[in-house]
């Protein structure tokens, strides 16, 4: 036992849960999720935060295969992006290769990508000067 300054026994508090449960409008208790923790930066590439739900693709349009999604808030590393500027190149280790693309509109930069490699709009990569 803990004592206090009274000494009288101090029982320690039980351990609280990491997150605790919400309560909905309709009151019944429900289980706290999980938030994702972000990937780490990767040293030296640019980053980017996301502003709405939008598909990481295999390719950089709209037609190219969607490997998953992304959430508003979520913090991508960026790779590469196209000559036309529409699609960025990121870190995606869900997908073939741990690259996936998605579109530059719904992503906020967080540092300069003007060094990272360019690619041609069907995402071959071009040659760097």
Known sequence: PIYNFLATPVTEAPAQPEEPA????????????????????????????VTA?????????????????LNPNDRVII??????????????????????????AYVTLNSDISKVPFFDNQGTPMPQP
């Open 22 to 49: 919400t309560t909905p409008e309709g009151g019944t208790p429900q289980p706290a999720t999980e938030t994702p923790i972000p990937p780490s930066a990767t040293p030296n590439l640019p980053s980017g935060i």
């Open 53 to 69: 739900q939008i598909n990481v693709r295999s390719g950089p349009a709209s037609s190219y295969e969607s490997f998953g999604l």
């Open 79 to 104: 790779t590469g992006k196209t000559l036309n500027g529409n699609w960025l190149q990121i870190e995606y280790a869900s997908a073939p290769g741990g690259r996936g693309w998605v579109a530059f």
